[in-house]
Each structure stands twice: as C-alpha cells, then as structure tokens.
C-alpha cells in the first residue's frame, strides 16, 4: 500500500493474449525509476494449473481484478499501459472507473467490436480467425491452435521460429486465448462509451500488423475526445515484446540517453 506522502506515479502495464506479465520485464531498465512500475498478470496467468478448457472470462471480470490492484495501491490516478488483449483490458478499467486512470498508452488493444458496425469484411476476418483458434483448442488441438494464434499476429512461419519450450508455453496458454477471443466477440460497448473517456489516450499501431488491429486503433484514436494515434513503420502486432525500446520510448515517462523525459 502507499502512503500520502509517497509523490511517485504509478504505471500499470497489461500484457497480451498467451504471454503474462513477464512481459512487461524488459520494460524496467527503460522506465524512470522514480516510477511505481506494476506488471500485473491477467486472469489465468498466475495459476499453477491451465485455465479450464471452455471456461469463460469477460472484459468486465478482468477489468475487476486490475481494479481491485488500483484500490489496493491506494494511490492518486495511474497510468494504464497495455499491449494487445491487455489494452483492451485497461480500456475496460477506463471505462468501468474513470476516475482512477490518469492516462492509457495503448498498442494495438483489440476492441474488435469496433469493427462489427464498421467494417463488415474486417469484422468477419477476425471473428473466423479467432474461431477457428477457438475451435481447435477446444478440440484439445493446442499445439496447431496456437500456431494459428502466433502465425496470424506475427506472420507466416513465425510458429516455426519459436524454440520448442516457448512453442509449449503458448499452446498451454490456448484455453484462456479462446476465452479471450470470446470476450471480446461479446463485447457490446458503444462508440458512445469512449467519447466519455477524459483523459489522455495515446494509441499505438504497427503498419506491418493485420488490418483489423490497425482499423480498430484508428477508430479507438478517432472516438477519444483526447485521443492521438501514433504510428510505428515496420512494427507488427509483437512490437512491444520483440523491439521493447521502441515502445517504451512512447510510455508516459521514460528515459532517453541517461535523461528522464515526462510525456
């Protein structure tokens, strides 16, 4: 718990689908230290056994538990990072106590609802990809669910690329994945919803990343009366785990050559 006189901002850092808040551990060399830095795990990332296969979850539930760190923390208003399924998590947490959230720095967060009105090509191109992931870890195929998973975000041959205990990691990881893609295909929050969001909403995306992420960033940036969006060339939907420096040169206060930089 911190105390009143205890003047460090606090960051919170939401990690994506299939990894933990392990994630988030390059990201400490990089952040001013005077920074209270937390790099929570969501819902089924700190259990000792998997997540329970067709077992659901919900952007609401999620959003509870980092909720609950906030009140715990007792401190003033922090700042919400998150990557991918974890900034639509921390939207979640704006939209559910946006009286606790001092700002969001966001890349690529998957509120792919945004896509359902939008963008019917888009929207069908998501919802039959995260099925077809679904459906095959729900037939106990994780190995081939999670290759779906990791080819589609980070591109063809990638699922190859990764040494076999992180092959492992990831399909063990499936069951919540499939949950996850579920909660957001759930979602109903109207566009509405993100115009009443006051605060800083920085969104980021890669311009090498699949089209519904970069469409559901521009929408998200566009709805935000203090939304901005900023674009990396070359990055893809993993940016923040394979070029960490990259992003964290975007978070709220970071350090640059030795110097420490407010945004």
């Not at 919170?12 to 990894?19: E, F, N, T, Y």
């Not at 639509?88 to 998957?110: D, F, G, I, R």
């Not at 077809?132 to 589609?152: E, H, N, P, T």
């Not at 605060?199 to 469409?215: D, E, I, L, Q, Y």
Request: glycine letters at 8%; proline letters at 8%; a neutral charge.
């Amino acid at each position: 718990m911190r105390t009143a006189d205890d003047p460090r901002p606090t960051v919170i850092a939401l990690h994506s689908s299939g990894a933990g808040g392990r994630q988030w551990e390059p990201y400490r060399a990089l952040i001013d230290p005077a920074w209270d830095w937390h790099a929570p795990d969501l819902l089924g990332y700190d259990a000792a056994t998997p997540w329970p296969l067709g077992a659901a979850t919900s952007l609401a539930a999620e959003a509870r538990r980092i909720g609950a760190l906030i009140d715990r923390l007792d401190t003033d208003p922090v700042h919400l990072v998150g990557h991918s399924y974890g900034g639509s998590v921390a939207l979640q947490v704006a939209l559910q106590q946006p009286e606790q959230v001092a700002s969001l720095t966001l890349y690529e967060p998957v509120r792919f609802a945004l896509l359902r009105h939008a963008d019917d090509a888009l929207w069908r191109d998501i919802v039959d990809t995260g099925r077809r992931i679904g459906v095959l870890a729900l037939s106990g195929g994780l190995q081939a669910s999670a290759q779906v998973f990791v080819d589609y975000w980070s591109g063809e041959g990638a699922w190859g690329r990764l040494p076999p205990a992180r092959q492992d990691a990831v399909a063990r990881r499936m069951p919540k994945v499939q949950a996850e893609f579920e909660a957001l295909f759930a979602d109903t929050t109207p566009l509405a919803a993100y115009r009443a969001l006051r605060m800083p909403v920085r969104v980021v995306r890669g311009t090498a990343s699949p089209a519904p992420a970069r469409r559901v960033a521009r929408r998200l940036a566009e709805a935000c009366p203090r939304g901005e969006l900023l674009q990396l060339a070359g990055g893809d939907h993993m940016l923040p785990l394979a070029q960490p420096g990259r992003f964290a040169a975007l978070l709220p206060c970071r350090v640059e050559n030795g110097v420490r930089v407010a945004a």
